[in-house]
């Protein structure tokens, strides 16, 4: 039988930025500032003024998709009780960030 690998629990915020600061030799402090304004540089990009993509090299680009309204359905199928239809209701236009994995992301795995 294969045993089970224990899951490790993610990184908390202040382990992040104490792990970078140590590799970098910069203090947590404007370890902490950096990534604040690459959230802001983020958020700039993916707003409606901005490109809609942000890529962060070698890792993961991340882009806005308009998702167009759909429209109310009557006398859809009922995937959960066959042979039952149901209503369907309308969805509004609604913006959606999705990330891409690049290839060195993707090597780490």
Do not use: H, W
Request: aromatic share 2%; charged share 25%; with cysteine.
């Amino acid at each position: 039988m294969a045993k089970k690998a224990a899951s490790a629990k993610a990184p908390s915020k202040s382990e992040v930025y104490a792990s970078i600061s140590e590799a970098t030799g910069v203090s947590k402090k404007d370890v902490g500032a950096v990534l604040d304004a690459m959230s802001a540089e983020i958020g700039k990009a993916l707003s409606k003024k901005g490109s809609g993509a942000f890529q962060i090299p070698g890792l993961c680009k991340i882009i806005r998709v308009n998702k167009p309204a759909q429209a109310a359905k009557k006398g859809v199928p009922n995937p959960f009780k066959p042979g039952e239809l149901m209503d369907v209701a309308a969805k509004p236009a609604k913006n959606v960030v999705k990330v891409r994995a690049l290839k060195n992301l993707k090597s780490m795995v």
